[in-house]
C-alpha cells in the first residue's frame, strides 16, 4: 500500500473512524496515483476497496496494484458500498461531506439499516494536498512550461481580426502537441471590453488593434494544472489601459514579496487589495488574489481575506490581482508560486509581462 | 418570466412546495436561457432570487433580465440564500438531492433556524428538459454539424505516426474555428489496443498502420452538446476488427430501428445486447446503449436495460453499442437521434461509417 494511503489510515486512527469512503475524484486520483473517474474508494484499517463500473475495470485493474481491491458495479454502487462495508464490519465511516450530494449521504445510509454510522469528515486528504511532493512538483512545473511555450506560440500568431474562439483553439492544440493532457480548464480569451468580465466565455468577436486581449489558460499535465494569465495587446496602448496594467502589477509584485512560509494568507490578500485601493480602485478587485492548484484547478489554500492560516512549504498557489472596469476593461496577471523554506519561487517568472 | 421558470411554478405548485433551490449548472442554465456557472437559483412563487459571485455580476445583469432578481455574494452564500427564504417566508424549499453535497444543504438547514423546511426533490427540471425544443434542437443539429465537419477533416488529415493526443487536439481546434464554445467533453481518441477501453484518455500513443483508432467526440454549441463515434482505419483491417465492427454497426441499426415514441427504453438496449450476445460477444457489450444529450453530455434519458419508461417525442439521446476485447481492441459506434412523432431522425445519419 502507497504511504498516501497509510498516511491516511493515521488519519482515520486519529479521528476514530474505521471508514473513509472517498468520493472526490481528485482525492481518489491522488490516493491511488491515477486518473480516477467515475469511482468511489472505501478507505479502511481492513483493506481498502475501489469501486467502478465496466467502462473502468480494465485500466483500474492495471493502476491499483496493491493499494485496493477492485469492485466492479454496474448500477447500484451504493447498495454495493454498503455490502462490502457491512462485510468489513466496518463501523464508524467517514465520509466527504462538501462532495457527496445529499441522495447518495441517503441511500448508503438506508443501505445501513442501522448497522454502520456516517460520520460526515472534509479535509483528511484535501489538507495533505496542499503540500506538493517532488514529484507533484515536477508535473506541475511541466504544465506551466507547457503553457508559458503556448503563450509564446500564440504571441507570434495573434493577428487582429482572429475571432477570441479561434486564440482558445490555438492554445489548446498547441499544449496537447507539447504533450498537455488537454487545457486545465476553459480557456478564457476575452477581448476590448468582454475583459472586464473575470471569467468571460471565448465566442466569436474579433480582437481589434489596441484593444487589451485577457487570455487565462493552463495546462493539464498528467492530472496537474498550471493556471496563468496575460494580457497581450496589438498596436497602441491606451494611456488608462497601460496605468491599470501597471498598479494590477506592482500590486501582484508587492503580493509576491510578502510571500513566504509562515506567513498569514489574508496578509497577503490584503497587501495586494490595499496598493490597489490606495491608488483608487478599491471596488474593481472582485475576487481572491489567489487559489492553490495541483489536481484540481482550484484547490486548498485559498489566499482570500478570510484565511487565516499562514504559508507552508510546498504549497502552491497563484497570485491573480485584477482590476475590472465593466464596460471598459479588464486587467489580471496571474503567476504561479511554489513556497520554499526561504520564501518563494514563481515558476512562471520566466514568462514576460 | 420566461415559460420555463413559469413551469417550474406550476411544478411547485403540485408538489406543495413555495421555494425551490436549484443547484446544477445545467439546469440552472435552462431555466435562465444563459450559461450560468458557479450560481444558484431560488425560485419561488413569490419572485425568483439567481445568486452568484462578483466575478459574474456583470454578466448575470445582462441575461437576468425579468426572470430573476441578482443577489451579488461573495462567500456565505447559505447564509444568504436563507435570508432571502426567511424574508420571502417562503416555508418548503425543495433541493435538488443529486447534486447538492450534504455539508450545503446542512449548512442551509442551520441557517433556517427551524423557520423553513428542505425537502428533497429530483426531476423538476430533469425532467422538462428531456424533450427538447425548437430552439434547443436548432442549436444540437448544429453540434453535430460542427462534429460532423471535425471529423472530415481529421480523415483527412489523419496519418500514422501521429500521436493520440495530437489528433484530439485537431478536432477540438476545428471545432472551435467552425464556432463551437470548446469539446463538448474531453475528445477520446484510443488507437489499437487503447480502443478495449471505452473511456481511453488520450496519451502520447502513436497511431500505426492497421490498427482501428477510436473517435469518441462531441462539440458544444451555445451550452448544447453532441456526441459520436467513430472508428477510423489507415491502412488494412484486420479480419477480426472488421468481423466485430459489423456486428457493432448491426446491432446499432437494429437498435434504431426499434425506436420511436412509446418504445420503451429498456427495449432498444435489449435489441442491440441480444444481438451481439447472438454473435457471440455477450460480455464484451459493457455499458447502457446510450444517453440523453443537451446541455449535459450525459442526462436523462438513459437508454438502459434498467429503464422501463417509453419513448417520448422531441427527445434526443445517443445509440452507441460497443464490443471490447480487452488487451486487443474495442469498437463503439455512436450516433444521435431526435425522436419525431412517427419515429425518429438520425441527426448524424449523414457522417459516414
Known amino acids: 500500500m502507497n504511504s498516501r494511503l497509510r498516511n491516511a489510515h493515521c488519519q482515520l486512527r486519529e479521528r476514530n473512524l474505521d471508514g473513509f469512503l472517498v468520493s472526490l475524484p481528485a482525492n481518489i486520483s491522488y490516493l491511488t496515483d491515477a486518473s480516477s473517474r467515475d469511482s468511489y474508494l472505501l478507505v479502511s484499517l481492513k483493506g481498502n476497496v475501489y469501486f467502478t463500473d465496466s467502462r473502468y475495470t480494465e485500466e483500474a485493474g492495471a493502476f491499483l496494484k496493491g493499494n485496493a481491491r477492485l469492485k466492479e458495479c454496474n448500477g447500484f454502487v451504493f447498495g454495493r458500498i454498503a455490502e462490502e462495508i457491512l462485510k468489513l464490519k466496518i463501523k464508524n465511516v467517514g465520509f466527504e461531506e462538501r462532495c457527496l450530494p445529499f441522495a447518495e449521504f441517503a441511500s448508503l445510509n438506508d443501505f445501513s439499516r442501522g448497522k454502520f454510522k456516517l460520520i460526515p469528515v472534509h479535509g483528511i486528504v484535501e489538507d495533505k494536498r496542499q503540500v506538493k511532493d517532488q514529484g507533484e512538483i515536477l508535473k506541475i512545473k511541466k504544465a506551466v512550461r507547457?503553457?508559458?511555450?503556448?503563450?509564446?506560440?500564440?504571441?507570434?500568431?495573434?493577428?487582429?481580426?482572429?475571432?477570441?474562439?479561434?486564440?482558445?483553439?490555438?492554445?489548446?492544440?498547441?499544449?496537447?502537441?507539447?504533450?498537455?493532457?488537454?487545457?486545465?480548464?476553459?480557456?478564457?480569451?476575452?477581448?476590448?471590453?468582454?475583459?472586464?468580465?473575470?471569467?468571460?466565455?471565448?465566442?466569436?468577436?474579433?480582437?481589434?488593434?489596441?484593444?487589451?486581449?485577457?487570455?487565462?489558460?493552463?495546462?493539464?499535465?498528467?492530472?496537474?494544472?498550471?493556471?496563468?494569465?496575460?494580457?497581450?495587446?496589438?498596436?497602441?496602448?491606451?494611456?488608462?489601459?497601460r496605468k491599470v496594467y501597471d498598479i494590477v502589477l506592482k500590486a501582484q509584485e508587492l503580493a509576491i514579496k510578502r510571500i513566504g512560509p509562515g506567513a498569514e494568507m489574508a496578509e497577503i490578500d490584503r497587501v495586494a487589495r490595499e496598493y490597489i485601493a490606495s491608488k483608487g480602485y478599491g471596488g474593481c478587485f472582485t475576487h481572491n488574489l489567489g487559489h492553490g492548484s495541483g489536481l484540481e484547478i482550484h484547490e486548498a489554500p485559498y489566499i482570500s481575506g478570510r484565511e487565516s492560516s499562514a504559508i507552508r512549504p510546498g504549497m502552491v498557489f497563484t497570485v491573480e490581482p485584477g482590476i475590472y472596469l465593466p464596460g471598459k476593461f479588464g486587467i489580471r496577471i496571474e503567476d504561479m508560486v511554489l513556497i520554499t523554506n526561504k520564501g518563494c519561487e514563481v515558476i512562471s517568472g520566466s514568462i514576460d509581462k
Request: proline residues 3%; contains cysteine.
Open 146 to 241: 507547457i503553457a508559458a511555450s503556448a503563450l509564446r506560440h500564440i504571441k507570434k500568431s495573434l493577428v487582429c481580426g482572429m475571432k477570441e474562439l479561434e486564440v482558445a483553439a490555438e492554445i489548446e492544440r498547441f499544449m496537447r502537441y507539447q504533450g498537455a493532457r488537454g487545457a486545465a480548464f476553459e480557456t478564457i480569451v476575452a477581448a476590448g471590453a468582454n475583459s472586464s468580465q473575470p471569467h468571460h466565455i471565448p465566442g466569436s468577436k474579433r480582437i481589434r488593434s489596441g484593444e487589451p486581449v485577457l487570455i487565462d489558460f493552463g495546462a493539464d499535465y498528467q492530472g496537474y494544472k498550471s493556471d496563468l494569465t496575460r494580457v497581450l495587446f496589438l498596436g497602441k496602448i491606451n494611456v488608462l489601459v
